[in-house]
């Protein structure tokens, strides 16, 4: 009978090829997401709202990243997005205006309420809230151009306002 000796050079390669095909090899599957941070579009708009919070002093990684997403999704500037959601909010989930709009983009119900159906939005949450509010912005700049910051708010002196002091603070 033979016996078989390990030498301890062979040991160690012997360990090594263990190691090796006992660690699970990571692959891209449907279940993985990309890394948005790959798509420079993505960067450029999380970039944007991060320097907008920063200045107002409000928000967090999460609010960033989904102010960039909804941006994007719906046409919207990151910039101004975040711009509002600083003015309108001071990026409080829990907001509400003495006009009755709430949440982060501070929807008004009433006066959006002809154009979209709230019955299954949660408002207060922040990322419901987030993807109403952009859409809302975007149909705003389809109906009214680059004036759509004034009629977000309101019409009239007020309003006139409110569009210089967001678009202040966007950068524009």
């Not at 078989?4 to 699970?24: N, V």
């Not at 102010?67 to 600083?86: D, E």
């Amino acid at each position: 009978m033979k016996k078989y000796f390990l030498s301890a050079k062979a040991g160690a390669s012997l360990a090594t090829l263990l190691l090796l095909f006992s660690t699970p090899i990571q692959t891209q599957t449907a279940a993985t997401a990309p890394d948005p941070f790959q798509v420079p579009a993505y960067r450029r708009a999380f970039f944007d709202a991060a320097r907008i919070y920063g200045k107002a002093g409000c928000g967090d990684m999460s609010l960033t990243e989904m102010t960039a997403s909804h941006a994007l999704q719906n046409g919207v500037p990151a910039n101004v997005v975040a711009a509002i959601v600083a003015v309108e909010s001071s990026c409080n989930p829990l907001a509400i205006s003495n006009k009755g709009a709430v949440g982060l983009t501070q929807v008004n119900v009433k006066v959006q309420a002809s154009a979209y159906n709230f019955s299954r939005v949660n408002l207060f949450n922040p990322e419901e809230n987030m993807d109403t509010g952009t859409k809302i912005m975007a149909s705003m700049i389809r109906v009214y151009g680059r004036s759509w910051i004034s009629h977000y708010d309101g019409v009239g002196p007020e309003a006139d306002m409110y569009a210089v002091k967001v678009l202040a603070l966007a950068g524009k």
